[in-house]
Every structure is written in C-alpha cells, then in structure tokens.
C-alpha cells in the first residue's frame, strides 16, 4: 500500500518538504502498515455523539491499533552541554514514535483538540528533526469531507432514532449538555424547527467549529510554513469512514 490507497480511500493527504520520498525509500514496510490501520479503521457515529464529540473511545482504538504495530509514545531527552557542563535538559513527547533501521517517524493524532495544538506538534516536530531525532512527522487529524459531513450525518442519525426531546437523549446516555446548550437548542424548537435538526446544529458549532482541529486549519499553517523545514505527512480521515 501506498499514499495512493489513501487518496483513493477519500482521505486528505498532503506531504511537506519531501518526505513522500523519504517514506517511499526508507519507511515502505511502516508506510504499508500505517496506510492499512488508516484505511481500515471505522468510527461510529453512536460513538462520537454518545461521547460528546471527544476523544474517549474512538480515538484510543486508533492509539492502541497504532501501539499494535510499534507506534509507541515516546519522551525524546535531549541534554545540552557545555564546556563539560551539562545544561537543564528539556523533553519531547510523542504519543506515536515508529523506530526503524532508517530513523525514526512521529506520528500525532489531533481528532478535536484546538487548533493552536496544530502549531504545538509541528514546531515539536521541527526541534526534533533538527536534532536529527526523527525523520518524518506525521499528523492525523478530521479530514474536509469528515467535518462537511457531521451536520448532516448527526442529524440523520438523531432523525433515524427518533430522538424528539432532551428526555430521548438523557435515555440514551448521550454526554451531559449545559443549561445554555439546552436552552439554545430549546429556544430553536420554539421557533418551529424540528428537535434533531437544532441538537445537531448546537452539537457540531460546540464540538467541531472552525477553532478545532481539523484539515483545513492544518493545511493553512502548513502552507504558511509552520514546522518547516521537517518532512511532513498530513492525513484527514474521510467521511467515508464514519459508520
């Protein structure tokens, strides 16, 4: 498998400073095995709603499906000294780091964090690969179609349940909501728009607004040159994965 499987698969891809060369040449058993945990990896709508939109549940499957093939958090240390003397230490830490026979690859997950979390891993991963710590960084994040799709796709779930009221969501056990998310979305009912439509409104701006973590806040800093000069994968899980 390849980035190609990927693009192929609706998933935003996008590499930086070449490291698609770099993955092809010294990395293809980890990109093969990466690119097939990517492409295989479901998330379920109950999951996301049930959760209040964070990253409990389905975000650790992923972390434990990458921990199964070697992807392993890891604190990078890092010493300086100087004429003998050694200086305070500072730390790095990765949630994912594939060690290999070529390098290193440090993999992030940014599922709904916000957006400044973006500049924290590319900047992170700039300092290491200066340090020649690693090779590639990776960062997966929601992809454009994923966060287009959730209004609709939430709503269509609520309307497919049946869920008419705050009662039929506390029966459920979906995330506790605040008295102003209730009231907001009360409020919208009053004005004659239907229960689910207003949930999902409240629930995708609240959740997943534009501040969070997702592909197009990525490919801006990217663009304007954040993390630079560290080779860079981008990848945006698709909506096509959402179940």
Request: aromatic share 6%; charged share 25%; proline share 3%.
């Amino acid at each position: 498998m390849s980035l190609s499987t990927l693009l192929e698969a609706g998933f935003n891809v996008l590499t930086r400073n070449h490291a698609e060369a770099i993955l092809a040449h010294d990395f293809p058993a980890e990109l093969d095995l990466l690119t097939r945990v990517l492409t295989e990896f479901r998330i379920s709508l109950d999951e996301v709603i049930s959760g209040g939109g964070g990253e409990a549940g389905l975000t650790q499957r992923l972390r434990h499906e990458l921990s199964d093939i070697n992807w392993r958090k890891h604190n990078f240390s890092v010493q300086t000294v100087v004429d003998g003397h050694e200086r305070t230490g500072i730390s790095h830490e990765v949630d994912h780091v594939k060690f290999a026979d070529a390098g290193a690859l440090a993999l992030e997950i940014e599922w709904n964090n916000k957006d400044p979390f973006f500049d924290r891993d590319l900047e992170n991963f700039q300092r290491l690969h200066a340090l020649s710590a690693i090779s590639v960084g990776v960062i997966v994040t929601r992809g454009a179609s994923m966060q287009d799709a959730f209004l609709g796709r939430i709503t269509a779930w609520m309307k497919d349940r049946d869920l008419t009221s705050e009662d039929d969501l506390d029966r459920l056990g979906i995330a506790p909501r605040t008295a102003s998310q209730r009231k907001t979305v009360a409020d919208q009912v009053a004005r004659g728009i239907p229960f689910a439509d207003a949930f999902a409104r409240k629930f995708v701006a609240d959740k997943f607004g534009q501040a969070t973590t997702h592909w197009s806040k990525l490919d801006d800093r990217v663009h304007r040159g954040v993390g630079n000069p560290c080779p860079l994968l981008l990848i945006g899980l698709p909506e096509a994965i959402l179940i």
